[in-house]
């Protein structure tokens, strides 16, 4: 149930899986995105509500094919360039999107972990958005007749989250701004979550979340997991990580840079030819 990250990663997370790493402003996976982009995954679906900075590192490293999101950016500074790069000129390698509203994305969510095969919500209404998007549906209601949006259930292979603490049974305890993790858990066929610290008991916190042991796969201990985001009670938000990676992300050789400090590799993963501002 608890072992060392890479070994977690290893055993949970394939090429060509659906993968979910969420985390709503704090207690975002980033130890376990480095992770995945050392031991070299490929072909991932990356599924999220807010990617962010660790998304542009996961896609800049060539290990996504397709994003599922409904809002991307570097919060408080602009846009995603390794994101983009991939979107419009397929480096490293092409990027497919499917975009949603975060309803949409919660309510997917909720339908996994539901077991349904899709969620009903109003939230599509007067936007262009199913046209583009053939995930997203209109359905009649049966007893009133009213138009409404369906999106099919979100299912990922494997979700991973970072928490703030687990006990030595795995069961796992998170609180703050919880956002859809433990939607996302559930809805889940494998889950992984990083953790602050294992204890020997779980006390009380006031707006708690709690993952019993029987819907987490394994548990890993990554103190300063969640940096550059913030793990409420343990440390703040490293906003000025947050303004360096914008310099970083613009520029195919900053970036190449960038991935071979984290992976030790001794050439970019792609050519840098046309090293691009962004």
């Not at 006031?206 to 819907?215: C, D, K």
């Amino acid at each position: 149930m608890i072992v060392p990250l890479g070994e977690a990663v290893r055993e949970l997370v394939h090429d060509g899986d659906t993968v979910a790493l969420e985390g709503f402003t704090h207690l975002i996976p980033v130890a376990a995105g480095h992770e995945i982009i050392r031991q070299g995954l490929r072909d991932l679906t990356l599924v999220r509500m807010t990617p962010d900075i660790v998304y542009d590192q996961l896609i800049g490293a060539g290990c996504a094919s397709r994003l599922v999101f409904s809002w991307g950016g570097n919060p408080g500074v602009g846009s995603l360039h390794r994101f983009r790069d991939a979107v419009t000129a397929s480096w490293p390698v092409p990027l497919e999107i499917e975009e949603h509203s975060h309803a949409g994305m919660a309510n997917r969510y909720v339908a996994g972990a539901s077991g349904l095969p899709f969620a009903i919500l109003r939230g599509y209404s007067g936007t262009d958005l199913a046209t583009h998007n053939p995930d997203i549906k209109t359905i009649t209601c049966p007893f009133s007749g009213q138009e409404l949006a369906a999106v099919s259930a979100l299912n990922p292979d494997v979700t991973i989250v970072h928490a703030q603490r687990a006990d030595r049974g795995g069961n796992v305890q998170l609180w703050g701004i919880t956002g859809i993790q433990k939607e996302a858990v559930l809805a889940a066929d494998r889950a992984l979550v990083t953790v602050e610290e294992v204890v020997d008991e779980l006390e009380p916190v006031p707006g708690q979340v709690v993952l019993p042991s029987r819907v987490v796969d394994r548990i890993s201990v990554a103190p300063g997991g969640a940096a550059p985001s913030y793990a409420h009670g343990y440390y703040e938000r490293d906003n000025e990580a947050y303004r360096a990676w914008d310099a970083i992300g613009r520029d195919r050789e900053a970036f190449s840079a960038w991935l071979r400090g984290l992976t030790g590799a001794d050439a970019p993963i792609a050519p840098t030819s046309a090293g691009r501002n962004l």
